[in-house]
C-alpha cells in the first residue's frame, strides 16, 4: 500500500489550495481517509476523517467550513480542498489510510501513511 501526497506550496493568506493523495495497492472505495497535519515544533493533529461506515468526521473547528475532502475511486485519488487559508494552517500535512478505523483522532488507527506535503501559508 503506498499513499503519495502532492498540491502543497506556498499561498498568500486567504487563498486556496488543493492536496492530493494518491492511493495505490489498497481499494479506496473500501478505505477510510484520515488527514493530519503538523506545524513546526508541535505534534501531529487530526484535522479530519472520511469513513465509508460513518461519514465525515472533523476533529478541528478551525477548518471546519473551510477544508473539504473529496474522492475520485477512478483515479484513486482522495482531495482536500484547502479554503480562506490562514498562516496557523501552515504545516506539513498527510494522508493516513486503514480499512475501518474508529475515526476517534489517534493516529494508532491508521496502518498506511503518505509522506506528506507542506503548506506554508504566508503575505
Known amino acids: 500500500v503506498q499513499l503519495v501526497e502532492s498540491g502543497g506550496g506556498l499561498v498568500q493568506p486567504g487563498g486556496s489550495l488543493r492536496l492530493a493523495c494518491q492511493v495505490s495497492g489498497f481499494a479506496l472505495d473500501f478505505s477510510t481517509i484520515g488527514w493530519f497535519r503538523q506545524a513546526p515544533g508541535k505534534e501531529r493533529e487530526a484535522i479530519l476523517c472520511?469513513?465509508?461506515?460513518?461519514?465525515?468526521?472533523y476533529y478541528s473547528d478551525s477548518v471546519r467550513g473551510r477544508f473539504i475532502i473529496s474522492r475520485d475511486i477512478a483515479k484513486a485519488t482522495v482531495f482536500l480542498q484547502m479554503n480562506s487559508l490562514k498562516p496557523e494552517d501552515t504545516a506539513r500535512y498527510y494522508c493516513?489510510?486503514?480499512?475501518?478505523?474508529?475515526?476517534?483522532?489517534?493516529?494508532?488507527?491508521?496502518?498506511?501513511w503518505g509522506q506528506g506535503t507542506q503548506v506554508t501559508v504566508s503575505s
Open positions: 493516513a489510510l486503514d480499512e475501518h478505523p474508529a475515526c476517534s483522532g489517534s493516529q494508532g488507527e491508521f496502518a498506511y
Open positions: 472520511d469513513s465509508v461506515r460513518h461519514g465525515i468526521s
